[in-house]
């Protein structure tokens, strides 16, 4: 079974850009995850989407928002890009999303913001 | 506040030795935990996990252990392979909380 995917793996931007990035899940797996990772606060809850609706949400600013297709198949959009933005930015996705469902990560977007 | 605590930042142990990695949390809530290992550049990978209703879990040469009373859990891999170095991160998932990381470790086994 093909794992996650994540494209593109690696992004330039310049500040006050907005950025989209995509992520597909495993096969049969309903729920998707993002999760921003910096070296000083390590990895931190973004969002999750199942059945095409943001169940859950992290503490993040509103330039930070999502959506999911019928196919499971989600994106995230970043608008007015910071310099703080800079991250890896991991999707995961799982059977349901539910305690005791394991998330399964993709490699993950290198975001760079000059 | 962390909800989910790696205090060492770094371990280094000998191959075909014991590495036990350990992890502290304070949300009373949490009822599963896993651990996942990630090399630079790649998504953290999946190793195993353990619901609060259990207090040992394993699978092949890791092992992990919940000690809920004192809110810590560990993984022991044995024996160490070189191929083990990476950072391991502790996650835990309860209550209202979807997945919270620890800061992670970087373990490096050395031949």
């Known amino acids: 079974k093909a794992g996650v995917t994540q494209t593109p793996r690696y992004l330039i931007k310049t500040r006050g850009q907005q950025v989209t990035l995509s992520c597909s899940p495993i096969?049969?797996?309903?729920?998707v995850s993002w999760y921003q990772q910096t070296p000083g606060q390590g990895l931190q809850f973004l969002f999750e989407?199942?059945?095409?609706?943001?169940?859950n949400k992290g503490n993040f600013p509103g330039r930070f928002s999502g959506r999911q297709f019928s196919n499971s198949r989600s994106e995230m959009n970043v608008s007015t890009l910071e310099l703080g933005d800079s991250a890896l930015y991991l999707c995961?996705?799982?059977?349901?999303?539910?305690?005791?469902?394991?998330?399964?990560f993709g490699p993950g977007t290198r975001l760079t913001v000059l | 506040d962390q909800q989910v605590k790696q205090n060492s930042p770094s371990l280094s142990v000998q191959e075909g030795r014991i590495s036990i990695l350990n992890c502290d949390y304070t949300?009373?809530?949490?009822?599963?935990f896993l651990w996942y290992k990630k090399y630079p550049a790649e998504g953290p990978t999946f190793l195993i996990s353990?619901?609060?209703?259990?207090d040992k879990n394993e699978d092949g040469r890791f092992t992990v252990f919940l000690n809920k009373s004192a809110k810590h859990l560990s993984l022991h891999i044995v024996p160490s392979q070189p191929g083990d170095s990476a950072v391991y991160f502790c996650?835990?998932?309860?209550?209202?909380?979807?997945?919270?990381f620890g800061k992670g470790m970087k373990l490096t086994v050395n031949p």
């Open positions: 096969s049969g797996h309903r729920s």
């Open positions: 353990i619901s609060s209703i259990k």
């Open positions: 995961a996705s799982s059977l349901w999303g539910g305690d005791g469902d394991t998330q399964y």
């Open positions: 996650a835990a998932q309860g209550g209202s909380e979807k997945l919270v």
């Open positions: 949300n009373s809530m949490f009822d599963y």
């Open positions: 989407y199942f059945s095409e609706t943001q169940r």
